[in-house]
């Protein structure tokens, strides 16, 4: 079965400081597609990242990148140079190929506060 | 705006009422999704559809029925509602494979 762990309930950081969000991962199939989205205040769930089982490089999205390290299923965000817009929860999630209408299973979300 | 449209937005049913959920998306995506979201569980996926007029049960499908009998809507009914279902409730839309989603922007539901 699949399963997606993030162990930090809540992080907090300055503004302008970079931030590491853990999740680890854990599937069997070798093809999968991991996923960082933010929920601010407002609710809407907003897609930041995408990393792929078999891409070679770390995903990157401006102030988001992706430490994949797939030998130990880890699948950390790291944000460069917090803003207080980056006040949110944040949730990793995985999708697994090949499995028709498989779901992107969600991890139960950190909350991330900035402070200037 | 393409999207993902979820109506209403808000409600208040009282314990033993029915309701029903709609999502609705332009994109043309085969794959629609229900997920409740809690305070310290994350998201939790209910009910899924791969094509119009299949439904499957995702983790947590009791009190729920969905259906999807046109591509671009799918709902989601609460026959007699309780008050665990208080919760948020998000549609999401796909394509297959292991594209991301597209995210309604969630029902608050409160069940009295």
């Known amino acids: 079965a699949q399963k997606i762990t993030q162990t930090q309930p809540g992080m907090f950081v300055q503004e302008k400081e970079a931030v590491t969000l853990d999740c680890t991962y854990d599937t069997s199939d070798p093809s999968y597609g991991l996923f960082w989205y933010k929920q601010p205040s407002s609710g809407e769930m907003i897609f930041l990242i995408y990393q792929g089982s078999y891409d070679q490089q770390n995903a990157t999205e401006g102030r988001y990148s992706l430490n994949f390290q797939k030998a130990r299923k880890s699948a950390n965000l790291v944000i460069s140079a917090s803003q207080l817009g980056d006040s949110a929860m944040y949730f990793c999630?995985?999708?697994?190929?090949?499995?028709?209408?498989?779901?992107?299973?969600f991890g139960k979300g950190t909350t991330l506060s900035v402070s200037s | 705006n393409a999207g993902v449209t979820q109506t209403p937005k808000f409600r208040v049913l009282k314990t033993g009422q029915s309701m029903t959920l709609l999502c609705a998306q332009d994109m043309n995506h085969e794959y629609m999704y229900w997920y409740r979201q809690d305070p310290g569980m994350g998201l939790r996926l209910i009910h899924y559809s791969v094509g119009e007029g299949t439904t499957a049960k995702g983790e947590v499908p009791d009190g729920y029925n969905v259906s999807r009998l046109k591509k671009q809507n799918f709902l989601l009914g609460l026959e007699s509602a309780a008050p665990s279902q208080t919760s948020v409730y998000f549609c999401?839309?796909?394509?297959?494979?292991?594209?991301?989603?597209?995210f309604g922007s969630g029902t608050r539901l409160t069940v009295v």
């Open positions: 999630a995985m999708r697994v190929f090949g499995q028709a209408g498989t779901a992107l299973i």
């Open positions: 999401a839309s796909s394509y297959e494979g292991l594209s991301g989603y597209t």
